[in-house]
């Protein structure tokens, strides 16, 4: 069973940076982590999860419009461990981060990916 761990969510002021990162492991179905679309969702408080960012196995990347620009998201195949670089953050990027993973990426940019981690907390201030 696939599983996956967040960290390195906390709490910044407005403008700051964090970094998140999501370790994978579990990978028993003949299936390794680099074949697999990873991502990030996040969900505020009220709020549906909205998908943040994905990225394939080759690192190609595409993100939501609301951080373009400011986030980047990459992955180390050899450690299977996903990150999220959050730079010039924003009140409304509070939230709470989740990694996710699949197969296929129809399932990623649905929201309906096979795999989803804890999720990290992240709350700006302003």
């Known amino acids: 069973q696939v599983r996956l761990v967040e960290s390195g969510g906390g709490s910044v002021q407005a403008g700051g940076s964090l970094r998140l990162s999501c370790a994978a492991s579990?990978?028993?179905?003949?299936?390794?982590?680099?074949?697999?679309?990873m991502g990030w969702s996040r969900q505020a408080p009220g709020k549906e999860r909205e998908g943040v960012a994905v990225?394939?196995?080759?690192?190609?990347?595409s993100y939501a419009d609301s951080v373009k620009g400011r986030f980047t998201i990459s992955r180390d195949n050899a450690k299977n461990t996903l990150y999220l670089q959050m730079n010039s953050l924003k009140p409304e990027d509070t939230a709470m981060y989740y990694c996710?993973?699949?197969?296929?990426?129809?399932?990623?940019?649905?929201?309906?990916?096979?795999?989803w981690g804890q999720g990290t907390q992240v709350t700006v201030s302003s």
């Open positions: 996710a993973a699949d197969l296929t990426l129809f399932n990623m940019v649905s929201g309906n990916p096979d795999y």
């Open positions: 579990g990978f028993t179905n003949g299936y390794t982590y680099s074949r697999y679309y």
């Open positions: 990225i394939d196995s080759d690192g190609t990347s």
